[in-house]
């Protein structure tokens, strides 16, 4: 009876992970997401500021917002604006009053007008995404508060399949940032046409002849042409006081980018908790019935398999929308953004543009840098290396890879035999 036992015991685990809309309990081991210590870029300026290595100041324009951002690295050019009343301080946000987003490779900064908080949203290698709030009174004495019930209602609910994570939506708004249900709303990534994606964000850059959905309201804005279609705006002073703002920007390629990089963020968080739920389980079973602690079955295996291989796809942008024509943004964001490297010896980046056909000029995500990346399971990161490696070296050209071109794939392993240094060993065989 042994066997038939274990096997339904695994089949039942399995079935649990991957049925659609099955709760998960992200405060179950391993995962523990409202009682494990945070490790991330806000809990190591947390220990900055208690050690008076740094310190927050407050301005009466924007509170701590300014001070933050230095603190953090997080550019000024990076800003961009909502419009839609789709966040935590929905009260505070319209159309005149947009809510500004800052953002760098870890960490996203919400800041409303005259808003009681501002929002964080922050990657962490075992938690996912971490959410946050300073308070934008000067009397607190410590502003930085870690959020966890109120803010996954939405960051961690079905539409992040259960796991803590961000929302990039496109919808349509009224004139006072209420969103048209009628009309839907639509998740937004890299793999979204063109035409489908800002609605209810504030967009300057352009475009050409290419439409999107951002700059209007349903029903036409009551001081602007009727033809007006919101393409190609690259001055905001129409739709409200930009002076408000640290900046006048709401810049089109930056919005590509943390679209890109937000759904990059919940992949590598979905494999990672879904590798250490199943791996968890393994133990429990391995121990259920005497078996070696190191065994596992061929269901744990595809179970990690399965995680992976969204990560491995959004990676190579697979399914990416094509530009149409070329794009621009209007705050310099393109060029800091492609500044920060690392480069190769040749000066090539993963981080440089293309623009004209697509977004990146190499088709691999420099997401792979970051910590959520590197600190993967050792059993996911080894599989998304394996399969990396399979796709770009030709051994797998399946359908999902069709768009790599062989000269793409040889680049981007020549940047990375050079700028990633945990490379598994035959990555650098010839």
């Known amino acids: 009876m042994k066997f038939p036992l274990r096997s339904l015991l695994c089949g039942l685990f399995l079935l649990a992970t991957i049925t659609p809309g099955f709760a998960v309990d992200l405060d179950r081991a391993p995962i523990e997401y409202s009682t494990a210590e945070p490790d991330n870029a806000i809990t190591s300026l947390m220990k900055r500021l208690r050690a008076e290595k740094a310190s927050l100041q407050y301005d009466d324009e924007h509170g701590y917002l300014r001070s933050l951002l230095k603190n953090l690295d997080v550019p000024l050019s990076s800003q961009v604006l909502v419009y839609s009343r789709t966040s935590l301080q929905r009260q505070r ?3 005149k009053r947009p ?3 800052y953002f760098n490779d870890e960490v996203s900064i919400g800041f409303c007008q005259r808003g009681d908080v501002l929002e964080i949203a922050v990657a962490d290698p075992k ?4 959410f946050y709030t300073v308070s934008q009174n000067p009397g607190k004495q410590n502003p930085l508060t870690r959020q966890t019930e109120t803010c996954l209602l939405c960051h961690g609910s079905s539409a992040n399949q259960g796991f803590p994570g961000h929302l990039m939506r496109s919808v349509s708004v009224d004139q006072t940032g209420e969103m048209v249900l009628s009309r839907g709303t639509k998740r937004v990534d890299h793999t979204t046409p063109f035409e489908e994606r800002w609605g209810g964000w504030y967009v300057t850059g352009t475009s050409g002849k290419q439409t999107h959905l951002g700059n209007q309201v349903v029903g036409g804005w009551s001081d602007t042409a009727k033809d007006f279609t919101g393409v190609n705006v690259v001055n905001l002073k129409t739709f409200f006081t930009v002076a408000d703002y640290l900046t006048p920007h709401s810049d089109l390629v930056a919005l590509m980018v943390l679209e890109h990089q937000c759904e990059a963020h919940n992949r590598l968080t979905r494999a990672s908790m879904q590798t250490r739920l199943a791996l968890a389980e393994q133990a429990e079973l391995n121990k259920a019935f005497g078996s070696p602690a190191n065994e596992r079955t061929e269901g744990i295996t595809r179970r990690i398999n399965w995680a992976c291989e969204p990560v491995v796809q959004y990676l190579l942008f697979s399914e990416e929308a094509p530009l149409k024509e070329a794009v621009a943004g209007t705050s310099g ?3 800091e953004f492609t500044a920060r490297g690392p480069f190769d010896s040749n000066g090539r980046t993963l981080r440089e543009f293309d623009l004209k056909s697509r977004m990146f000029r190499y088709p691999m995500s420099y997401v792979v840098y970051s910590r959520l990346f590197d600190e993967l399971p050792p059993e996911a990161k080894e599989r998304v290396y394996r399969r990396l490696w399979e796709v770009l070296t030709g051994r797998d050209s399946s359908k999902a890879f069709a768009h790599l071109e062989p000269e793409d794939c040889k680049a981007v392993m020549e940047i990375l035999g ?13």
Request: charged share 35%.
């Open 93 to 95: 946000i319209g159309p």
């Open 99 to 101: 809510r500004a987003i």
């Open 127 to 130: 938690l996912g995404t971490v």
């Open 333 to 335: 964001f393109a060029k």
């Open 418 to 430: 050079e700028t990633k240094k945990d490379l598994p060993t035959y990555w650098r065989k010839k």
